[in-house]
């Protein structure tokens, strides 16, 4: 092959096989990087990806030869078509992760030449960067940033594989990142952000979605009691509400089955709603976890929130599109208790086959007293509490009519039970009437000042529509068991494990029961710090995008940021970080007091004497030979080379230097 013009090829670079140094540093890095995506994987794909990168370690060890191609393409779709058979596909997240392990891990396995190396060294830096579309926190950060610089250390130790070491090019690395480290800050800080994530994916349909449905149906709640993941975190501005008036708005559930709440048939026309002008407003930011669902959680009742989110007419924020990453976004609600809509939007009346002939019977009982909506809803949050019903963590399973049995027969149940019955009785009695699904209460963290809503803190209740005045808030839990409401469920669920809730709630006994010993409160404090620094992460580097990078600049000190302004000071920052790092290396570059620098200036009076040096010379051949060619300088030039072979081969000192300096110096040839 010949290069245009008639120029010669140059020659193929040998296939030298990697260091040993390289090779298992390239197996290390390969395994830590595989780590968090084997988590997600089924255990037999664990199982074959740990044994293949065994069986090239092994491969090593014993200096065998690596398979050959027709076992290694016999692997190649076997494990391709096992992933295929799991997952039903090779596209998404979780499928994709799998077959990138396994071929990252079958390239590992013929690893027996440089390029090879390099090239796994590149499928490694691929697998760390696939990690971000799980999980994108600062651990995983932190542990991706470790890999990544294993990966650059590994890519010193290929290049220069006889003369550089693992701890030098350790160093190096070091040294690269440092350097680096300034201007990737400044580039993070300037660089003009577009909205949206770079690391936004959506979810597989395989995988499981935490979190409320838009439904509920006896047990659909109750079995978030146990879920401590965060469903999303609130920054107020100013203050907040009390605790028994955070209740975050996420759906209106108008049609109900006899068993099941839906919601309305039809889209919500988009509305805007003015506060009380003698209510007090809120305004807050949320910062929500991936739901893929449209629907935005909002204090109860919202009255604006940041576009392009908007508020339809049933008082519920919706964003433009499925919500499958985290994302931030500003509202501001009013605590108004009447929430007036359009008049022709009503909730139907119950149906009398969906629900039974006694509970038909209940209800007109209750409207047969006289009076209004809030009337007759008094009257069944009176019922609740005078007879023996209770709330419980655990309800009893109920069969075909949940209602029915709930309030003949078993009495017990969680809020979606109590909303449920209450939402059925009013419709029942002549009344509109509906279930809200949403979050009540959260979790302040004292180390940020701002909320934790957790998904065991989801919570049903239900509106009323009071003639003349709206749609009411009516929460039948709180009825039943305040506590619920005024401590949050966290603290029942303790109180729950300590018996507390057997016999009621006992005041002085909760307080007993709720106080945490000093290794459990040490704890608490730790998650909650751990839990403030994600939170801060969160807000400005992983939803740091036009808004969070224009405050900050503000907070900097530039009013109005442009790109234009960006782009110049992002540009004018680079060229001077440029030029520093030019002038620090130069000035490395240039010799300083070294041994060699005496030592060439040594060479140099010999060349001007006449005694040329020779290329693979040492130091004390050519002193002997200058010492007899010019033997009444023999003592200096003695002096010269042994000091300047102790400072190469033995450690060095201040004053050998010195001498070396001042012999080189006094040296006089003819």
């Known amino acids: 092959m010949k290069l245009p013009f008639g120029l010669p090829a140059p020659p193929r670079a040998p296939m030298r096989p990697p260091s040993a140094g390289a090779l298992y540093l390239l197996f290390a890095t390969t395994a830590l990087a595989m780590v968090p995506h084997l988590l997600r994987q089924p255990a037999w794909l664990v199982a074959v990806v740990v044994a293949v990168l065994a069986w090239r370690v092994v491969i090593a060890l014993r200096d065998a030869r690596t398979p050959g191609t027709l076992v290694r393409a016999a692997l190649s779709v076997a494990m391709a078509a096992l992933v295929v058979v799991q997952y039903q596909t090779i596209f998404g997240r979780t499928a994709g992760s799998a077959l990138l392990v396994s071929f990252t891990a079958l390239k590992v396995l013929e690893t027996s030449s440089l390029r090879d190396a390099m090239f796994g060294n590149i499928l490694v830096t691929i697998v760390v960067l696939a990690a971000f579309l799980f999980d994108q926190s600062p651990a995983s950060a932190a542990y991706g940033l470790a890999c990544l610089l294993l990966v650059i250390v590994n890519f010193s130790t290929l290049v220069a594989p006889g003369s550089l070491s693992a701890r030098r090019a350790a160093g190096l690395t070091t040294r690269v990142f ?3 480290l300034p201007i990737a800050l400044v580039a993070y800080v300037l660089f003009p952000r577009l909205e949206g994530s770079l690391w936004g994916f959506a979810p597989d349909t395989s995988e499981a979605v935490t979190g409320l449905s838009d439904r509920i149906e006896p047990g659909s709640v109750s079995r978030l009691n146990l879920d401590d993941a965060v469903a999303f975190r609130v920054d107020f501005e100013g203050g907040a509400p009390a605790r028994p008036d955070l209740y975050w708005r996420t759906l209106v559930l108008e049609r109900f089955d006899g068993r099941t709440w839906h919601r309305a048939d039809g889209e919500s026309r988009d509305a805007a709603f003015e506060a009380d002008q003698t209510a007090e407003v809120f305004r807050y930011e949320i910062t929500l976890e991936a739901t893929d669902t449209r629907w935005l959680p909002v204090l109860d009742l919202p009255v604006s929130v940041e576009r392009p989110n908007r508020i339809n007419d049933l008082a519920l924020a919706r ?5 499958r990453e985290r994302t931030r976004y500003g509202a501001a609600s009013s605590p108004a208790h009447y929430l007036g809509t359009d008049p022709r939007r009503a909730a139907s009346r119950v149906a009398a086959p969906s629900v039974s002939e006694d509970v038909l019977a209940l209800a007109r009982a209750f409207a047969a007293a006289g009076g209004g909506a809030e009337a007759v809803a008094g009257r069944i ?14 309800p009893p399973a109920v069969g075909e009519r949940p209602v029915h049995e709930f309030l003949f027969d078993t009495r017990r149940g969680y809020c979606e039970h109590y909303a449920s019955a209450f939402a059925t009785l009013m419709r029942a009695a002549g009344f509109d009437a509906r279930v809200v699904l949403g979050y009540q209460g959260g979790e302040r963290n004292p180390s940020g000042g701002y909320y934790i809503v957790r998904q065991y803190d989801a919570h049903a209740w239900a509106e009323i529509r009071v003639a003349g005045r709206g749609w009411k808030r009516i929460d039948p839990t709180a009825a039943v068991a305040p506590e619920r409401i005024e401590m949050g469920l966290d603290a029942l669920r303790r109180l729950a494990s300590a018996g507390g809730l057997a016999d009621g709630i006992d005041p002085a006994r909760v307080r007993e029961l709720l106080q945490l ?31 969070q990078q224009r405050l900050l600049l503000q907070r900097l000190g530039v009013e109005a940021p442009n790109w234009t302004w960006m782009v110049l000071a992002l540009t004018a920052a680079a060229s001077a970080f440029m030029l520093v790092t030019w002038a620090l290396l130069s000035g490395a570059g240039r010799e300083g007091e070294t041994p060699r620098k005496y030592y060439r200036r040594f060479i140099r009076k010999l060349d001007r004497a006449g005694l040329a040096s020779e290329p693979d010379e040492g130091p004390r051949d050519l002193g002997n030979r200058a010492a007899a060619r010019f033997p009444g300088e023999a003592r200096t030039i003695e002096r010269v080379t042994a000091q300047y072979a102790a400072l190469v081969y033995a450690p060095p000192g201040r004053a050998q230097l010195a001498d070396l300096k001042r012999a080189v110096r006094e040296l006089k040839l003819s």
């Open 178 to 180: 440092l350097l680096g």
């Open 319 to 323: 964003a433009p599109r499925d919500v």
């Open 381 to 394: 949050l009176s019922h609740f509490r005078e007879q023996p019903f209770h709330y419980t963590l655990t």
């Open 517 to 547: 010993d000093w290794l459990d409160a040490q704890a608490r404090r730790l998650r909650l710090l751990g839990d403030a620094f994600t939170h801060q992460w969160n807000t400005w580097v992983m939803a740091y995008g036009p808004e």
